[in-house]
């Protein structure tokens, strides 16, 4: 932030050397822009498009319920500050967003009071990387189903149907080595992740844009319908035998097994790698400074006017 008002400091001094006065500020999110206006008959816009770093340091993990004390040890083997966020105001100070496991529906009413949601949906309409783990898959999905009578409000962005209790109840989870080739090519190391599957989700249907990034096999006495999970004597009635527990959309990520309970940081690292991508891409396109100067625009690489 200091870098940043020195540079308005500077901005001012120049214009004021010249008899100018400012018109207007504007201050936003992922950059700070600066508008000037000159007298009639010259008119000069500024704008000046600034990397917030402190915010790009830090990942926030939702922390009103569940295992985000998991997630904030798992970023800190890797070297990255995961800092607990509770209040709307502070998803302000990050540049990215863990929403972790945990009971979904409790996180669900913890959020409606402490009015939440907005703010989660603003941060995901916006763009920047959410990635939700289990109870978190629940909140990003468009649509759950399995849910307690009344349901459940979500935050939604995630083109998917999940059913919010697949696997059964607390008593049978499980963990389970899970085919990952597009974490593997990207992270190295095996082949498979082992998945804690906790009261764990599954991933019924997908929209068009959305990335699967793992599958896992069901009994084959399991059929998979969007209203519920249904058991079956005839084995050959079951049209397929994998279903969805990973997924990729945009800037949206979720898995419905728990990378934050084991020793394996890489879907922590694969999810910091995706949020620099798309960290690179935002400041990339908003990263061209145009000056322009009566009916001349001149690209900021350019020879800038003399102010």
């Known amino acids: 932030m200091g870098s940043v008002c020195q540079v308005l400091d500077q901005v001012c001094r120049q214009v004021l050397d010249q008899v100018i006065s400012w018109t207007r500020i504007m201050v936003h999110t992922r950059s700070f822009s600066v508008y000037l206006t000159l007298s009639p008959p ?3 816009s500024l704008s000046l498009s600034l990397t917030n770093h402190a915010a790009a340091m830090t990942v926030g993990v939702l922390a009103l319920q569940g295992s985000f004390n998991e997630h ?7 070297g990255v500050q995961g800092i607990e966020i509770r209040k709307a105001e502070q998803l302000l100070t990050v540049s990215s967003l863990i929403i972790p496991g945990g009971e979904s529906t409790t996180m669900a009413k913890l959020a409606e009071y402490h009015n939440l949601f907005p703010a989660l949906r603003e941060f995901v309409k916006t763009g920047k990387p959410v990635w939700g783990t289990c109870a978190g898959l629940i909140f990003l999905a468009d649509r759950a189903v399995g849910q307690k009578e009344g349901g459940q ?9 999940v059913h919010r209790n697949f696997f059964g109840s607390q008593i049978q989870s499980f963990e389970a080595d899970i085919s990952v080739p597009q974490l593997t090519s990207k992270e190295g190391g095996a082949e498979t992740f082992r998945g804690v ?3 764990a989700p599954a991933v019924l249907d997908v929209g068009p844009g959305v990335e699967v990034l793992a599958h896992y096999p069901v009994p084959s006495n399991k059929v998979l319908y969007s209203s519920s999970t249904v058991q079956i004597q005839e084995e050959d009635a079951l049209p397929e035998t994998q279903v969805i527990v990973a997924v990729k959309q945009r800037n949206l990520l979720a898995t419905a097994f728990h990378p934050e309970l084991t020793a394996d940081t890489r879907w922590h690292s694969y999810f910091m790698k995706m949020t620099k991508e798309i ?3 935002a400041s990339s396109s908003s990263s061209s400074s145009v000056v322009s100067v009566g009916e001349t625009s001149v690209g900021a690489e350019q020879a800038k006017p003399d102010l």
């Not at 904030?72 to 890797?78: G, P, S, V, Y």
């Not at 409000?153 to 149907?161: S, Y």
């Open 42 to 44: 010259f008119s000069l």
């Open 72 to 78: 904030i040890a798992a970023l800190r083997r890797l």
């Open 153 to 161: 409000e979500l935050v939604g962005g995630l083109d998917c149907t």
């Open 197 to 199: 599957f906790i009261r």
């Open 279 to 281: 960290e690179q891409g």
